[in-house]
C-alpha cells in the first residue's frame, strides 16, 4: 500500500527515444507531462468549454479551463502539504479534462446515446491524449499521469478511494471535487441561478476561500490519521457531501439544456452524413468541438443554412480531422495495457 509516500517513480512512457518531444537532461517526467498538457491544443480548447453555465455573458464565471486551474492550485496544496509528488498531482489536474465534450456533462450523455456506447470524459482524456495529440502521435505521457486521469472519476464511486493506487491519484481526485463544488455555487449565484447560498455552505464558511481550506484542512486530518489520502468521515465531510447533494439537487439535475440538447443533435447528424466526414467517428468528432463551434453551428442552423464542410475551416477542431479520419478511435478504451510491463525508470526526490 503506497500510504502518504510520494511516488518516486514511473513505469515510463508509451514510446522511447524514437518519439520526437524532447526533455530537458534528468527532468522529472511528471514536470514535463505539465510542461506537454500545457502545450496541448485540448488543453487550448477548455478556454471554450462549458463549466456549469454554458457562453456566460459574465466572465468572472468559470469555464473548463478556469477549472482546470482551480484544480491544479488545490491539488498542488494537498501534495504540499501531504508530502506527495507534487509534478504528478500538477500533471493529473492538468490533463484531467481535456476529453470534456461540448456542454459539458450533457454533452457527454448526448454522445453516450449516439454513439450507443458509454462515453466517458476521463477515458476520452485518455484518448486525446495518446491518440489524438501531435498529429495522431500523442503527447507520450507518463503512464501514471494517464492512470491518474483516469482515475479523477469514477461515477457513482466518485468519493471512495483505492489506496492500492498511488496516493497522488486520490489527491487529484479529490481536488477536483472540492474545486468545483464550491465555483459552481459561487457561480449559480453569481448568475442569479441561485437566489441565495444554502445554510449548510455558510456552515462550512463565510465565503469560497474559507470553506474550501476549512475541507481541505478536515481531508488533510482525516488523510494523516489513516495514512492515506481519504477524505469520508465526520461534520465537515457530511456537510460538504449535503452541499454536493444540494447542487445536483438544485443545480445541475435542473438546469434546461434542451437548445442545446437540440443543437447538438444536428451538428452530430452533420458529421454522421455529410460525405466529406466519411471515414470519420462522429462522436469523436463532435467530443472534439468546443461550444463556440457548435453554438456558431446552430445560428447557420437558425438562419435556415444547411450545414457544409467549409463551416468549420475556421474550427479548432478541422486540423485535427485528417489525423483521426479513416483511424478506428475506441472512445471507451484507455489503451493502458502497454504500462503493464514497463521497467521502473527511477528519476530521484522532488
Request: aromatic share 10%; charged share 25%; proline share 4%.
Amino acid at each position: 500500500m503506497p500510504g502518504l509516500e510520494p511516488l518516486r517513480a514511473t513505469k515510463g512512457r508509451r514510446y522511447g527515444s524514437e518519439y520526437s518531444y524532447v526533455d530537458l537532461p534528468n527532468s522529472n517526467p511528471f514536470s514535463s507531462d505539465n510542461t506537454r498538457l500545457g502545450d496541448s491544443k485540448a488543453t487550448r480548447r477548455l478556454m471554450d468549454k462549458t463549466q456549469v453555465f454554458c457562453d456566460p455573458e459574465n466572465s468572472n464565471i468559470r469555464n473548463r479551463a478556469t477549472h482546470t486551474g482551480e484544480v491544479y492550485g488545490v491539488a498542488t496544496s494537498i501534495a504540499d502539504q501531504l508530502g506527495l509528488n507534487i509534478e504528478l498531482c500538477r500533471a493529473i489536474a492538468k490533463g484531467h479534462d481535456i476529453g470534456h465534450t461540448p456542454y459539458g456533462h450533457e454533452g457527454e450523455q448526448l454522445l453516450s446515446g449516439f454513439g450507443g456506447k458509454p462515453f466517458k470524459h476521463n477515458v476520452f482524456s485518455i484518448v486525446v491524449a495518446q491518440h489524438i495529440e501531435r498529429q495522431g502521435w500523442g503527447l507520450n505521457l507518463s503512464f501514471e499521469t494517464l492512470e491518474g486521469i483516469l482515475h479523477h472519476a469514477r461515477g457513482d464511486r466518485e468519493l471512495t478511494v483505492n489506496s492500492t493506487l498511488p496516493a497522488e491519484y486520490a489527491a487529484a481526485m479529490f481536488a477536483d471535487k472540492i474545486a468545483y463544488t464550491f465555483a459552481d455555487l459561487n457561480d449559480a449565484v453569481r448568475s442569479s441561478y441561485l437566489k441565495k447560498e444554502p445554510d449548510v455552505a455558510r456552515a462550512l464558511g463565510k465565503v469560497q476561500r474559507d470553506r474550501q481550506l476549512t475541507v481541505i484542512s478536515a481531508l488533510l486530518a482525516e488523510s494523516r490519521a489513516k495514512g492515506y489520502v481519504d477524505f469520508s468521515e465526520g461534520p465537515v465531510f457530511q456537510r460538504f457531501n449535503e452541499l454536493r447533494q444540494f447542487m445536483k439537487d438544485e443545480v445541475y439535475h435542473k438546469m434546461n439544456w434542451d437548445l442545446q440538447k437540440a443543437a447538438l443533435s444536428q451538428v452530430y447528424d452533420f458529421f454522421k452524413n455529410d460525405p466529406d466526414f466519411e471515414g470519420v467517428d462522429a462522436v469523436v468528432a463532435v467530443a472534439l468541438l468546443t461550444d463556440r463551434d457548435v453554438n456558431t453551428l446552430a445560428i447557420h442552423l437558425l438562419h435556415g443554412r444547411l450545414l457544409k464542410a467549409e463551416d468549420i475551416h475556421n474550427f479548432g477542431m478541422h486540423e485535427i480531422l485528417p489525423y483521426i479520419k479513416g483511424k478506428d478511435i475506441d472512445y471507451t478504451n484507455p489503451d493502458l495495457e502497454w504500462g503493464k510491463e514497463r521497467i521502473p525508470m527511477p528519476f530521484g526526490k522532488n
